[in-house]
C-alpha cells in the first residue's frame, strides 16, 4: 500500500486549501483513513478520520467546524478540506490508512502513511 498526498502550499490566514490523498491497492474501501499534522519540534498530533464509507468523521477540537474530511472510495482518495486556516495550522500533513473500518485518534491504529505535504499558513 503506498498514500501519496497533495495540495500543500503557502496560504494566508482566512484562507482555504484541499489536500488530497491516494491510495494505491484494491482495499482502500475497507479501511478508515487518518489524516495527522507534525509542526518542527512536535509531536505529529492527530487532525480528523473518516470511516470506511465515509459515513463517519471525527475531528480534533482544533479543526472542528473549519476542516472536513471527506473520501472517494471508486478514486481510492481522501481529502481534507481546510478552511479559515491559522498560522497555528502550519505543519507537515500526514495521510494514514487505519488498521479497521473505523476511526481512530492514536497513532498506532493506522499502519500505512504517506510522506506528507507541507501547509504553511502566513499571517
Known amino acids: 500500500v503506498q498514500l501519496q498526498a497533495s495540495g500543500g502550499g503557502l496560504v494566508q490566514a482566512g484562507g482555504s486549501l484541499r489536500l488530497s490523498c491516494a491510495a494505491s491497492?484494491?482495499?482502500?474501501?475497507?479501511?478508515?483513513m487518518g489524516w495527522f499534522r507534525q509542526a518542527p519540534g512536535q509531536e505529529r498530533e492527530f487532525v480528523g478520520a473518516?470511516?470506511?464509507?465515509?459515513?463517519?468523521?471525527y475531528y480534533a477540537a482544533s479543526v472542528k467546524g473549519r476542516f472536513t474530511i471527506s473520501r472517494d472510495n471508486a478514486k481510492n482518495t481522501v481529502y481534507l478540506q481546510m478552511n479559515s486556516l491559522k498560522p497555528e495550522d502550519t505543519a507537515v500533513y500526514h495521510c494514514?490508512?487505519?488498521?479497521?473500518?473505523?476511526?481512530?485518534?492514536?497513532?498506532?491504529?493506522?499502519?500505512?502513511w504517506g510522506q506528507g505535504t507541507q501547509v504553511t499558513v502566513s499571517s
Open positions: 491497492g484494491r482495499t482502500f474501501a475497507n479501511y478508515a
Open positions: 473518516i470511516n470506511w464509507s465515509g459515513g463517519s468523521t
Open positions: 494514514a490508512r487505519g488498521r479497521a473500518r473505523f476511526i481512530s485518534t492514536k497513532r498506532d491504529e493506522y499502519d500505512y
